[in-house]
């Protein structure tokens, strides 16, 4: 037995005392020697080929001690802290070696234990929910989109530049007769009427028809992003390559058969209603499920471990890594473009981070408190929806997720379906409406503009 003692002796905090026996310290010694051996020398043995004996009488019986130690502690810590019952959030510290030597080791740590909280009503919560509608108006809508993404762009060479046409041109800006940085492109393909460019940029393309090469003036705005070119007049030479319009498809029951699997219009509206108001939905139902569990997440009390924070950063930090990597960058070159160091972006996430943690603690406090379980067919389920997922076989998920794991999470689901279900979902109130004044309107037009004048930078740097 390992486990000499285990006292709490502090908030989250327990003073562990075990002890490895001889035996087993033994073989430990033996395995640090095999891993070690080959980089000792000792007087009279070629390097790596002195026995374990020898190196110990020539370097002292505790030579391989700290390795064997090192080898031995995982197993015999992990034995204890299960003997012990204790649900440890982070690794041992404070090591204290009260005796270590042929008879064996006994030692005491410190370890860092998940809190106990105390959580306040989770049953019979109110939330707001919104109420689901889908009107003729988002089918339209809906529709609309499938009919641009279905359109046609085709040559037009008999007429000249119109408004929301899309004009294939070449570009050269210049302030005071010089060119400016990021001022030219060709062949651009430039949507008339988009706003993509500074105002009045487009405007004077209309009207002029393919070959023709012309200049058209335009300043940019005072509070445009370069500062060399902000309430600066310029020139640009336009040399208009092409022009195509955007032909949409008629709506009628052969576009519906051509993007659905429907035969007509009117049954691809349906199902377009079906599949918006299944959407808002789970929309809804998510957005009042978070509204609960954040009632939940605030009621926690208790003291929460600093460490369980950080490791919470960590996983956030880990996950943004992952996902960084997989646009072909790394969170530290990531780190250089945005300005700002590791510890900065940690400190943004602290907050989330604890609320984390505290929602976690507080699941599973309601999952003691109810005693939810999983079964066993649950658990085969939840592997084979994991092994569906992945396209794996159900025999390696299990290798790689720990059957607690997957009844960790199909306990969790359970206590936030028994939050749900207990709560009480009410109607959003109403707000009054605020009246548009003229000042109000003036600034609303001037953020409109602004939103505009950040196009041309990218098209005309």
């Known amino acids: 037995m390992s486990l000499k003692s285990a006292e709490k002796t502090g908030t989250n905090e327990v003073t562990v005392k075990l002890s490895i026996d001889a035996q087993t310290f033994a073989d430990a010694t033996v395995k640090a020697y095999n891993k070690v051996k080959k980089n000792i020398a000792v007087p009279g043995f070629r390097k790596g080929k002195a026995p374990k004996a020898f190196i110990e009488k020539y370097y002292g019986e505790g030579v391989f001690y700290d390795d064997a130690l090192e080898i031995a502690f995982p197993d015999v810590y992990e034995a204890a802290i299960e003997e012990a019952g204790l649900d440890t959030v982070d690794n041992p510290f404070d090591f204290d070696i009260e005796s270590i030597g042929k008879d064996g080791v006994e030692l005491t740590c ?22 689901v509608t889908v009107t ?34 070449n570009y050269e800006g210049f302030k005071d007769g010089v060119p400016f940085e990021g001022g030219k492109a060709e062949d651009y393909d430039l949507t008339i009427g988009s706003g993509q460019f500074i105002p009045g940029f487009e405007e004077q393309i209309i009207g002029h028809a393919i070959g023709e090469e012309f200049d058209i003036n335009v300043t940019f705005p005072e509070e445009y992003g370069a500062e060399d070119l902000a309430g600066q007049a310029v020139v640009f030479k336009i040399k208009v390559n092409g022009i195509k319009v955007k032909e949409l498809p008629a709506l009628d029951d052969e576009f519906a058969k051509d993007v659905s699997e429907f ?13 918006l108001t299944e959407e808002r939905q789970k929309a809804a139902d998510k957005a009042f499920e978070s509204k609960l569990l954040d009632m939940v997440t605030e009621s926690v009390k208790g003291e929460i471990p600093d460490c369980m924070i950080e490791k919470a950063i960590d996983n956030m930090i880990n996950d943004m890594d992952y996902r960084l990597r997989m646009q072909g960058l790394d969170f530290k070159t990531y780190l250089k473009y945005i300005g700002m160091d590791e510890k ?19 699941i599973e406090k309601i999952v003691a408190l109810e005693n939810l379980e999983a079964t066993a067919e649950e658990i085969e389920e939840h592997y084979q929806k994991f092994a569906d997922a992945y ?69 005309a740097e």
Do not use: F, H
């Not at 035969?263 to 377009?272: F, N, V």
């Not at 199909?410 to 207990?422: M, Y």
């Open 110 to 131: 410190k370890v860092t234990v998940k809190p106990e909280v105390e959580i306040g009503e989770y049953k019979g919560l109110k939330a707001e929910k919104e109420a």
């Open 136 to 169: 003729a108006e988002d089918v339209e809508n809906e529709l609309k989109k499938k009919q641009e993404d279905n359109a046609r762009i085709v040559d037009v060479d008999d007429r000249a530049v119109a408004d929301g046409d899309i004009a294939t041109i």
């Open 263 to 275: 035969e007509t219009l009117d049954e691809l509206k349906a199902d377009i209603e079906k599949n």
């Open 344 to 362: 900065s972006v940690r400190d943004t996430y602290r907050e989330q981070a604890e609320k984390d943690v505290k929602l976690m603690l507080a």
């Open 391 to 459: 396209g794996m076989k159900v025999e390696d998920i299990k290798g790689m997720v720990s059957e607690k794991t997957v009844t960790g999470d199909i306990t969790s689901k359970k206590a936030i379906d028994l939050i749900v279900e207990n709560a009480k979902a009410t109607k959003p109130r109403k707000t009054a409406a605020k009246k548009t004044t003229k000042k109000a309107a003036e600034k609303k037009e001037e953020a409109t503009e602004e939103e505009k004048e950040e196009a041309p930078a990218e098209d």
